[in-house]
């Protein structure tokens, strides 16, 4: 496991000296002796990933090269910081400071040889240290661990009452003939096993089954020992079938299982394939056969059934309280003085039953007082994933183990976040791309490295490691968390591999669990200049890579401590939080930050605090490799003409909007731009969009807060001009006038081949809104659709037949005008979710919109009374007639959400 971060740090050095090899011409000799090097350390991780991580020569051979790795990338960056500012320079200073640039790279070389000489050696005598003796499966390790785990999760946990009375209806379902695959999938710990087991021993299940049998797969298996583990089930084995091969105990265990009707648990299932190999030995019989597969991998529950899995949720807090007492006092009632700080530690839990059930047993052998128990609530995670017995490590770190080697940093990366914090996706994935975490295959169609993060993303939900806490309307991941044992893990494995360390108060930042410093420092909470200035890391700061400040208070301005103590940083996010007593200012030393990917900067502050930010910097935009820039907090912001030269920009938001002028010189244009919000539109931002100076633009938001500036021609005019963005796929527009004379993608052609999928309108006001729907509704190619807090103009709305062809999602929130809707046969055919809120004069939904085939979710909230008792004999007309589309009705009134109001922490 140990190598993960180690082989991308080699990986991301030699690609860089690849792609950079402009900047190291003058030392080409040393530069191809380092790449060397480096592909000889990687290459030894790659042949004993896996063959010996136990063993304490592998381990310390590691460290040397991780070691070896990081110094490296030091004297590798400092460098290259040299060369870049050296090309800054007038001609006398460029003579004057050369020759320190090649005596740097070449002592890096020098220091790769050591390390060199110990891979070779360590090639040389492979069998002497055992390496290849660790390659098979240790068999008796396996086995403890498996015991460790049973020892957890089949205690006899909790609750699982109604999740058990679901399965065991699905299971013995006698309308369903066919033999099916039923799933059960959660993260480890969650108590997938226990469920099974309740299961499997549930009354209802032996007396509909003929013949049951269990069976433990795990990670490693063998298909004769599984078929073996099935088979002694039903029949009694002789010396003769453990001589058999693979596929004779396939045909036997078919012959045993034909003509009855059976059930199998097969518990912890990792790969999809595993199906593939046994699925032949259980006939359909049209018996109504069941197999259960517990798993935390999504694939492969989607692998051997379309039935859709069960996925296990956590305990509540009064299930979890029940659990830890069961396991404290095993019987016995918890005293009084102690039920406030147990209910404490139950909720420190997060309601996964491994956490609590390894707490109890901890808490069962200490004393029962209350400065005991008042001693853990602090720490509890800490204490469950350092225990003596590694109950909870060693659970968690089997799903660690199987990832593959490019998810596994992007999986430890998610712990450099706070506790309960809840991460915005595009904010993760726009990260793990500045790290340098995504690689993108060469192949015929280059992919985005964007769209590879997200696909990462749902890789790791996908296997229980990372959990959504919501989706966007496209179904895409808009928030997400993990679980706080999970989160204590991940930076316990990355401060062991010296990947990032995370500081939460001014004593951790005085000191470091490591003897050198961390590459990325995540500061969260209230942080002193004392313990600022006083920091081993500030003084140290060429390591540190990527720099995160949380929410936190400061007295100072944590953007100049950032600018000065940290200069080699790729990564920079500085979330300030409210109560600051400092003015917020750009400082010239951010154009000295030669390395930077991504700076976000997030204020919430006093007013005249964020006033102090009159415009963006032109030094940034000097900056050679900055990718994202993100500001959060702050009035509307002029940007320096400079911007044009910036081909490497990807991504630019700001909250408070950004004021663009065209460019003053011909040819300059942000070719790499992908998504722009927002921009304060004025009378030249047609200019803008006419001259194609966005062609690879993908996502805009257009507005201004003041929608009588801007007549409707002038609207009209803008939104014209759009006709020029051919990859454009996300429009937003807000507090904006629209006219009756619209010309949106004005061309049939235009309509036709337009790549918009998602528009959103926000407090815009509509002159003739029949008239833009259908507009809106020859887009060809639109999925989303939302108009909030929007003036219509007009008493009805009415979609025609043959608009919105692809239309998925529809959204009208807070739209008081509107009291008609009207939907004609065939408008809208592949509409999936409606969502009505705050539509105060709305009296009807369509009739037509029930008959739609693909529609699955209606969900209306803060109407008037009468169109919610309409809506209410519908829903229990839809009920009773078996109707697949799900009509959800919620109470409350509707309140527009405060332009300004922050999030939690971003």
Same mark, same amino acid.
């Given at each position: ?8 740090? %080699? ?58 790795? /990081?110094?490296? =990338? ?12 050296? @090309? ?16 740097? %790279? ?37 086995? *403890? ?19 058990? $009375? ?22 480890? &710990? ?6 099974? @087991? ?96 517990? *798993? ?92 003596? !017995? ?6 968690? $770190? ?15 990366? #998610? ?39 997200? /696909? ?32 204590? /893990? ?34 969260? &909470? ?12 500030? +003084? !140290? ?23 000065? +103590? ?38 919430? &502050? ?5 006033? *102090?930010?009159? *415009? ?33 920009? @990807?991504?630019? /938001? ?54 009588? #500036? ?63 729907? &259908? ?13 909030? !807090? ?17 239309? =998925? ?20 055919? +592949? ?76």
């Amino acid at each position: 496991m140990t190598d993960a971060v180690v082989g991308f740090v %080699l990986e991301k050095l030699e690609s860089l000296l690849v792609h950079e090899a402009n900047l190291f011409r003058r030392v080409k000799g040393d530069v191809n002796l380092l790449r060397d090097d480096l592909g000889i350390m990687n290459a030894f991780l790659k042949d004993s990933e896996g063959k010996g991580d136990d063993h304490y020569m592998v381990k310390v051979l590691i460290n040397q090269i991780r070691d070896t790795a /990081y110094e490296a =990338e030091d004297v590798t960056n400092t460098y290259m910081a040299q060369v870049i500012k050296q @090309r800054r320079r007038k001609l006398l200073m460029k003579l004057f400071h050369w020759f320190d640039h090649a005596f740097a %790279l070449h002592a890096v070389a020098e220091k790769t040889q050591s390390v060199k000489k110990r891979i070779e050696n360590i090639y040389a005598n492979k069998t002497t240290f055992g390496i290849e003796a660790q390659s098979h499966v240790d068999e008796e390790a396996e086995q *403890s661990l498996q015991q460790r785990r049973r020892n957890v999760e089949e205690e006899d946990v909790v609750g699982f009452i109604d999740d058990t $009375a679901k399965l065991v209806d699905q299971l013995t379902n006698e309308q369903r003939l066919h033999r099916e695959v039923i799933s059960i999938i959660g993260m480890g &710990g969650l108590g997938k096993t226990t469920l099974a @087991r309740k299961i499997y021993n549930d009354a209802r299940i032996k007396n509909r089954f003929d013949h049951c049998a269990w069976v433990n797969v795990s990670q490693e298996y063998k298909t004769s020992v599984l078929l073996l583990d099935i088979l002694k089930c039903f029949v009694k084995l002789s010396d003769e079938m453990y001589k058999m091969s693979n596929e004779e105990l396939k045909v036997m265990l078919r012959d045993n299982l034909k003509g009855k009707r059976y059930f199998v648990v097969m518990d912890d299932v990792w790969k999809p394939r595993f199906w593939d190999e046994i699925r032949a030995c259980f006939p359909d019989d049209l018996n109504g056969s069941r197999i259960l597969i517990t *798993s935390r991998e999504k694939e492969v529950a989607s692998h051997a059934s379309s039935t859709p899995p069960y996925f296990l949720p956590f305990l509540d807090k009064e299930r979890s309280w029940e659990l830890l007492c069961k396991k404290v006092f095993r019987g016995e009632k918890c005293p009084s003085n102690l039920e406030r700080l147990g209910r404490q530690l139950a909720k420190k839990c997060k309601g996964l039953p491994l956490s609590i059930v390894v707490l109890g047993g901890i808490l069962a052998n200490k004393e029962k007082t209350q400065q005991t128990w008042s001693n853990l609530i602090g720490n509890v995670n800490w204490f469950l994933i350092d225990d003596d !017995n590694k109950r909870c490590s060693d659970i968690l $770190a089997l799903s660690y183990s199987y990832l593959p080697r490019k998810l596994r940093v992007c999986f430890l990366y #998610v712990g450099v976040f706070p506790e309960d914090f809840l991460i915005p996706a595009r904010t993760l994935i726009q990260m793990w791309v500045a790290e340098g975490f995504i690689s993108v295959e060469n192949d015929s169609k280059k992919m985005d490295e964007i769209d590879v993060a997200e /696909y990462y993303l749902e890789q790791l939900i996908d296997r229980s490691l990372i959990l959504v806490a919501s989706r966007r309307s496209d179904g895409g991941v808009k928030t997400c968390r993990i679980h706080d044992l999970v989160r204590d /893990y991940c930076i316990k494995m990355s401060i062991q591999e010296k990947f990032y360390e995370v500081r939460v108060n001014s004593a951790d930042l005085r000191r470091s669990s490591n003897s050198s410093i961390p590459r990325r420092l995540s500061i969260q &909470g209230n942080i002193d200049s004392e313990s600022i200035s006083s920091s081993r890391t500030s +003084n !140290n700061s060429i390591s540190v890579g990527s720099l995160l400040l949380f929410n936190s208070y400061f007295h100072y301005n944590p953007l100049n401590w950032a600018l000065k +103590n940290f200069r080699f940083v790729r990564l920079l996010s500085v979330e300030v939080g409210k109560s600051s007593d400092y003015f917020f200012t750009f400082s010239k030393e951010i154009g000295q930050l030669v390395f930077l990917r991504y700076l976000r900067i997030s204020f919430w &502050g006093p007013i005249v605090t964020v006033g *102090s930010w009159k *415009s963006f910097p032109a030094y940034i935009c000097k900056l050679p490799y900055l990718e994202t820039i993100h500001l959060k907090g702050g009035a509307a912001m002029p940007m320096p003409n400079e911007i044009w030269m910036m081909k490497q920009l @990807r991504h630019l /938001y700001a909250s408070g909007g950004i004021e663009l002028e065209p460019p003053s010189k011909v040819g300059h244009t942000l070719s790499n731009l992908k998504v722009l919000s927002f921009v304060r539109v004025d009378g030249k931002t047609s200019i803008l969009f006419r001259k194609s100076l966005f062609p690879n633009l993908r996502k805009l938001h257009l507005g201004i807060y003041s929608p009588h #500036v801007i007549d409707t021609s002038t609207t009209s005019e803008i939104l014209a001009s759009l006709e020029s963005l051919q990859n454009l796929q996300i429009f937003k527009l807000s507090d904006l006038k629209v006219g009756r004379r619209l010309d949106l993608f004005p061309s049939s052609s235009s309509e036709s081949s337009s790549k918009l999928t998602k528009i959103t309108f926000v407090k815009c006001e509509f002159l003739d809104p029949n008239h833009l729907m &259908g507009i809106l509704g020859k887009l060809a190619n639109l999925q989303i659709l939302k108009i909030k !807090n929007c003036d219509m103009s007009s008493r009805q709305l009415h979609f025609m037949a043959g608009e919105f062809p692809q239309l =998925e999602v529809f959204e009208m929130i807070g739209v008081g005008d509107i009291a008609t809707w009207e939907l004609e046969t065939h408008a809208m055919p +592949n509409l999936q979710h409606l969502f009505i809120r705050g539509c105060d004069d709305l009296r009807n939904l369509p009739d037509e919109l029930w008959s739609l085939a693909n529609l699955r979710m209606v969900e209306v909230s803060a109407i008037q009374p009468d169109l919610r008792e309409k809506l209410m004999i519908k829903q229990s007309k839809l009920k009773k007639e078996g109707y697949s589309c799900k009509l959800i009705l919620r109470p409350g009134y509707y309140s527009p959400p405060w332009p300004c109001s922050p999030p939690r922490y971003f």
